[in-house]
């Protein structure tokens, strides 16, 4: 399996459902800098009118990921189902995990005096046979789709095989697994995408994942 998320971003309502549900379901601190997932927002100006959208965001689970090469004791570390996951009795709190991370997705728990981050629900959901995650259950505007990218019939492949999608900072070369669906609103998407932004389809990003799970999966470490 490769666990994977798809964002149909134009639908959200920044109505922090998703948050509120991360922090119940994984006993996350409370306070805005403790996230594992959140809400960013983007101001702008479209045709002369003012432009807000709503950018859902989290661990991206990158295959190539740089946090588990910079980590001196190896508590960032690859997990069967491509879970990029944290050892919290490993962490040495050195923060290097944290600066090699493109999108910012970590934070300090303060409880385990450790390095936190997302984790797909592993521990209070995935590992007990459930086949999504809070964040996702609780959207009340379904932005949020959760599933393995190994899987061809599955319904997060036949979703990416259907629209359009971008990752972000793709440039970093960390071949990150949160999909952002192209907006099927024109307007929306000429405001809410950089003009620098690679648009794929699955047919030209499925190469990419191939050649970067290749090259980490041997480092998969099995959680059973």
Known sequence: MNFAMALDYQNCINCKACEVACKEENGIQLGADKQRIWV??????????????????????????????????????????????TDKDKCILCKGCMEACPYDARYVDDKYVAVDKCTFCYDTRISQGETTTACQATCPTKVRFFGDIDDEDGELVALLKSRKFFVLKETEGTVPKLFYLFPEDENFAFGSIGHDTTIHTWDSYKPIIEKAKAKRSPQWKSLT
């Open 40 to 85: 960013g927002q983007n101001e702008s100006f479209v045709f002369g009118k003012p432009f807000v959208n709503f950018n859902p965001s989290q661990c991206n689970h990158c295959i190539d990921a740089p946090c588990v090469d910079v980590c001196p004791t190896q508590a960032s570390y690859f997990a069967d189902g491509g879970l990029v996951l």
